[in-house]
């Protein structure tokens, strides 16, 4: 089969061969593993990305232009991703759907269909720009690149980022499931035992996902005002404060009348896991990338790593963490 008829049986998210000759040359250039998903992962500016991602790195750091109006969704893998999506969604677009519960997209849409990836689907693709000018305002993107992989407009314009992250055994889980979920039919399931191996040795998608974390959590105490720092523990324990703290980050405070009406709490139970995760479209639909929309849901729970982990693996990943972040102040 030519990889141009391979390619259309293939979802996008696996597709290897559609990229441009510039991020062919690179590729020739740089370490190379292999993917969890992809067949490949390269290492470029100090982090392991998958093909077609690293097309879209490349495009969006030369064509993205961040306005200072601004909202860039920022997230290590399997951390929240598609919850911090609904959220800020919901957060910026409360006045236009009051009836939420009726009519909203988030009730007929998967998040990641709303809220884009700039590296992962609008600047994937070799031979198209998106047009995002028509945008209204505030945009919203979301994206897993590293701090130093970040299209430079994104630093030096006044544009908000939110970044979130979860801690790394949940994490490291929740991608292992993930991929042998979205695989597809009849190729070879990961090991967990190989994959705590390569996420232990950093090469794991946008890994090592010590280095993401740390990349963002020093730039947020030095520039608090551009840069909120979020765990997805903090989510699930205090939801309502920490949405709060959101808002007031991105500059749409809940007014005194919205706390009142139950604004905060209607959010955080149209985004709620139980009820995203049984609406027909993310129980039956897909992405344009091909994923299905119920892969981004599995059980949203702290600690569930310790059901699939041993003891060894723990402490391992425990010892990382904190040779890793400690001396930085920083602990899940
Ligand atoms: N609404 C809501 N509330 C709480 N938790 C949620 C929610 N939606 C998704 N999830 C859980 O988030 C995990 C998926 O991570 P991401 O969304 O970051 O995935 S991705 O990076 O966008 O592919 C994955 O975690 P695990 O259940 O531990 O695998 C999802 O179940």
Known sequence: MSQSNNNNVI??????????QECKDLIATLPMEQGWLATHLHQYQGFWFYTRQLQGLLSCQKHFNALNSDVILVTTPKSGTTWLKAWTFALLNRKKYPKMFQIHPLLTENPHFLVPFLEINLYADKNLLPDLNSLPSPRLFATHLP??????????????????????????????????????EG??????????????NGVSLCGPFWDHVLGYWKKSLEQSEK?????YEEMKKNPSFVLKELARFMGCPFSKEEEDEGVVDDILKLCSF???????????????SGEENRAYFRCGEIGDSKNYLTAEMIEQLDTITEEKLGQYGFRF
Do not use: A, H
């Open 274 to 288: 139980k009820n995203l995760s049984n609406l027909e479209v993310n129980k039956k639909g897909k992405l344009p």
């Open 147 to 184: 701090y130093v992989s970040l299209p430079k407009s994104i630093i030096n314009s006044d544009c908000k980022i939110v970044y979130l992250c979860r801690n790394p055994k949940d994490t490291l889980v929740s991608l292992w499931l993930f991929t042998n979920k979205v695989k597809l």
């Open 11 to 20: 979802p996008k998210y696996l597709q290897e061969y559609e990229v441009s």
């Open 187 to 200: 190729s070879s399931t990961n090991s967990l035992e190989d994959s705590f191996k390569k996420f232990c």
């Open 227 to 231: 840069i909120m720092f979020m765990r």
